[in-house]
């Protein structure tokens, strides 16, 4: 999945900065996991991985794979694959009114809606399939790991079929070729590391306290927040029916802004990250045009390092690209390390 922030093109100088600094890690809470692919490969090394996100969309990720070392069994179910029914079921079949169709209703043109999120097929489609997983863990057909392997396929899919730019802020006035694909499911994939891991979807200070080798922070580094760019990935998840606005659909997130967005609380933020942290290292990931300075930055770690231990890591890094074309130079992806005193 394309994310805001996404951290594909930095996992082997993540490693290689572990490797360096720490050497072996028993276990690591990776506590803004977004779309969990840094929490995977740290589960990939081996480590004891306890993954949070407070967007429920990203726990359900993470927890339909970091959380799992197979996959669920669906003894239960008494579908030999589920995956490829759920691609096949039509709305018929499940019996679903058209009329409680959420997705469809509200971000697919229909005699009420003119938002051109999904063509109707697709828009459906992720209501049957979203219905349907609901459906089966109300019955008692699949446990929590079912369920969330079921849901981390949906959440998966849904991008390939979005006519979208990158994020859900806004839709395309025309019909991108992709939508006209039809949504499909894929099996996720599972990694056993035969450790037993952990998902949470948490406010993140809650973890501070908790005791782990390494706490890795990818915060957010400018004003953008991440739920009015992924809301309905967010509501496909929750499938809470919300109260919407405006042109897109938002639904609200007043409760949910970030002190890591706003240039009057950020420093706040990280220096009660740092000080509050019972971890014995921290690697945070930012870049140079962070909201907060990297002089600033690194003068909060190294008040809280042990001395000698605090080191910043820069790379060049190719900056975040939806369809409009973006040729600034000058990116660079930090990582800072250091070991609590």
Known sequence: MRFIGGKNLML???????????GTVGSVVDIFSGSAIVSDNFKR???????????????VLAR??????????FRKLGIEDPIAYLNGLTREEAGI??????IYRNYSPNGDCNRMYFQNGNAIKIDVIRQTIEKWRTEGLIGDGGYYYLLAALINAVPYVANITGVYAAYLKFWDARTYNELKLEEPVIYSNRRRNQCFCVDYRR??????????????????????NYHILETVARYDR?????VTGMRSYEDQKSEFCRKN??????????????????????????????????EICERYSV??????????YRRYKNKIPNDRAGLKEQLYILRRH
């Open 97 to 102: 009114d058209l009329d409680d169709c959420f």
């Open 207 to 228: 973890l501070l306290g908790r005791e782990y080798d390494l706490l890795y922070a990818d915060p957010p580094y400018n004003s953008r927040e991440y739920l009015p």
């Open 242 to 246: 919300p109260e919407i606005y405006g």
């Open 64 to 73: 339909g794979t970091v959380g799992l070392n197979r996959k669920p069994p």
């Open 265 to 298: 609380t950020v420093a706040g933020a990280f220096e009660q990250l740092v000080r509050d942290c019972r971890s014995r290292y921290i690697l945070i990931s930012y870049n140079n045009e962070g909201l907060l300075s990297q002089d600033a930055l690194s």
């Open 45 to 59: 090394q081996g480590m004891q991985v306890a993954s949070n996100d407070f967007l429920y969309f990203c726990y």
């Open 307 to 316: 001395p000698g231990s605090f080191k910043k890591y820069e790379y060049d």
């Open 12 to 22: 082997e100088h993540i490693n290689e900065v572990i490797r360096e600094n720490i």
